[in-house]
């Protein structure tokens, strides 16, 4: 975390993210198996809570996985709407 530009910046859906925390990582890998967790995205209209509009604002979206322990997650498809109090912030690599 800390200071990072936009351009850096990668967010995650907050409930993938939950679930692969609740299998163990350490060190951005699975403490299960050892792998790096991996990270599949989309771009995704942002809305704001409540609401059923967004600023037009599109931002990548990534799914978190273990590649071994858990199937590749299947996106959406793009622009599909995500409120904001469903992604995290991800620290950029
Ligand atoms: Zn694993």
Redesign the pocket.
């Known amino acids: 975390m800390g200071m990072q530009s936009n351009r850096d910046t990668v967010f995650g859906t907050k409930a993938s993210v939950d679930r692969v925390e609740d ?1 163990g990582v350490v060190d951005g890998k ?1 403490v ?4 790096q967790i991996l990270l599949t995205g989309i771009g995704r209209s942002i809305w704001d809570d409540g609401t059923s509009v967004g600023s037009g604002e599109v931002r990548t979206v990534a799914e978190a996985y ?5 199937e590749k997650p299947e996106l959406p498809d793009h622009g599909t709407p995500i409120f904001k109090s469903e992604i995290v912030r991800l620290a950029a690599e």
Request: overall charge negative; charged content about 10%.
């Open positions: 299998q699975c299960v198996c050892g792998a273990c590649p071994n322990c858990d």
